[in-house]
């Protein structure tokens, strides 16, 4: 998606390892999120960003940690993964709080696999 | 639970209207009506929103009834390309509620 990417797009690992997903834009947007995504759930939202340094959680916020230290990375960190954390994660943008007035824009997401 | 009830599935014809139904009886005076797309393993991909007035973008229109209790989603002219899973979702402008709630959607199929 243009302005926004996600890395890695897919990796495994092992349970009880600390794992970091990155969401890098250049919108140079205020906001941003992390969701996950599995079957049966739709999109939940994880944690989220409105400035440097400034973050808060989401609903489904247990296990997990982030960082904001410029506007344009967001990190997501699985302190010590664990197999009920293999899913689907996007990270998403938007200039205005939680998608107003312009919706979100979503990353391409990357399909994390804990074994 | 989801504020928003729609269809599980749909078939379209390609180059006809796709007609996108969506229900929010329960939709108060200050909450827009968004809808996204999200195609098989891709991030979900906004489409349009709207509060009382219907709106048209290049990709979509959106019609919502008088009442605002129910709204469709058209896109006039469907292609291939448009098969997805299409999401009807209500928030408030300034509701600073993260709790966005994203049902399961609509799958629409295009047909040749």
């Known amino acids: 998606d243009a302005g926004i990417t996600q890395s890695p797009r897919h990796k495994v690992t092992e349970t009880g390892t600390p794992v970091t997903l990155r969401c890098h834009q250049t919108?140079?947007?205020?906001?941003m999120y992390w969701y996950r995504q599995d079957p049966g759930h739709g999109l939940r939202l994880i944690h989220y960003s409105y400035g440097v340094k400034d973050t808060d959680k989401g609903e489904v916020s247990d296990g997990y940690s982030v960082s904001r230290s410029k506007t344009e990375d967001f990190l997501l960190t699985l302190e010590s993964a664990t197999s009920s954390q293999t899913s689907v994660y996007f990270c998403?943008?938007?200039?205005?709080?939680?998608?107003?007035?312009?919706?979100?824009?979503f990353g391409s997401g990357t399909r994390l696999t804990v074994v | 639970d989801a504020k928003t009830t729609q269809p599980p599935s749909m078939d379209c014809a390609e180059g006809r209207a796709a007609n996108l139904p969506c229900n929010h009886s329960t939709i108060s005076g200050n909450e827009y009506v968004y809808w996204y797309r999200q195609i098989h393993s891709q991030g979900p991909q906004y489409i349009i929103h709207g509060l009382k007035n219907n709106e048209t973008n290049e990709m979509a229109s959106l019609i919502i009834t008088e009442d605002r209790k129910s709204s469709t989603l058209i896109l006039p002219h469907a292609t291939l390309r448009d098969t997805s899973v299409y999401y009807c979702i209500v928030r408030g402008v300034m509701d600073s509620n993260y709790q966005l709630i994203w049902g399961a959607g609509t799958k629409l199929i295009i047909k040749p």
């Open positions: 919108e140079n947007h205020r906001y």
């Open positions: 998403a943008i938007s200039p205005t709080g939680f998608g107003a007035n312009y919706g979100y824009t």
